[in-house]
């Protein structure tokens, strides 16, 4: 079983909708979640951070924890064609700061 | 956040030739990581490379492949060894300053030919 695991998409959605990310892990004592934003030849950006069960909101973005079911996820609200991009889910299994990435999704918001 | 630059950008290089990538922070911070993003893979951390001690390898990298230097809290330095096609990457240094986050340089994507 891969570590973190994401669905590679890509997943297309219409401009002002919800876009849905999800992420899945698979070692209980992971501490830390984190969504990055990659845009093609670019490095990846840090857009969410969670650390404790339930919601986490900044703007458009909310990040979803649910610890007893490992499962991570990105609600992006009002989806704009600049959202186009990979998101990385990152998990830090313990306090020493080494995170492991998920392979990505590719989002694409069609005008 | 820190400002993370790294040289070079980009470059292309001749199989069995070294390249040594620089990692410079606007900022002290204790540790700095590198990863490499091989085309179209997710990130994987080389090493740990802390300041006064030996850089920390992952499973599969060792040093006499990717030596790293860390002569003080702002800079480090990456070197691909004996480079051969599969070297072709991005390789990304990554800092945390102290919040828990990590934040990457713009990355340097290597080209061996």
């Known amino acids: 079983q891969k570590e973190v695991e994401q669905n590679s998409g890509p997943l297309s959605v219409p401009e002002g909708a919800i876009a849905s990310l999800n992420c899945t892990y698979s070692d209980r004592v992971s501490q830390s979640f984190f969504w990055y934003r990659q845009y093609s030849g670019k490095s990846p950006e840090l857009i969410m951070s969670i650390y404790s069960n339930g919601d986490k909101e900044d703007g458009r973005f909310t990040a979803q924890l649910n610890k007893a079911s490992q499962y991570v996820s990105l609600l992006i609200r009002d989806s704009q064609p600049s959202d186009s991009a990979t998101y990385l889910c990152?998990?830090?299994?313990?306090?020493?700061?080494?995170?492991?990435f998920g392979k990505g999704t590719l989002l694409t918001v069609n005008p | 956040s820190a400002v993370i630059s790294q040289k070079p950008s980009r470059d292309i290089c001749q199989r069995g030739t070294s390249l040594t990538i620089q990692c410079q922070v606007d900022s002290q911070v204790t540790m700095m990581f590198w990863y490499r993003q091989q085309p179209g893979q997710s990130l994987t951390l080389i090493a740990t490379a802390n300041q006064g001690s030996e850089a920390t390898y992952e499973s599969g990298f060792v040093i006499d492949k990717f030596p790293i230097s860390r002569p003080n809290l702002t800079f480090s330095t990456l070197t691909v060894s004996n480079m051969s096609p599969e070297d072709s990457s991005i390789y990304l240094c990554?800092?945390?300053?102290?919040?828990?986050?990590?934040?990457f340089g713009e990355g340097s994507r290597l080209t061996v030919l």
């Open positions: 990152a998990v830090n299994r313990g306090s020493n700061y080494k995170l492991t």
């Open positions: 990554s800092v945390d300053p102290g919040t828990g986050e990590l934040f």
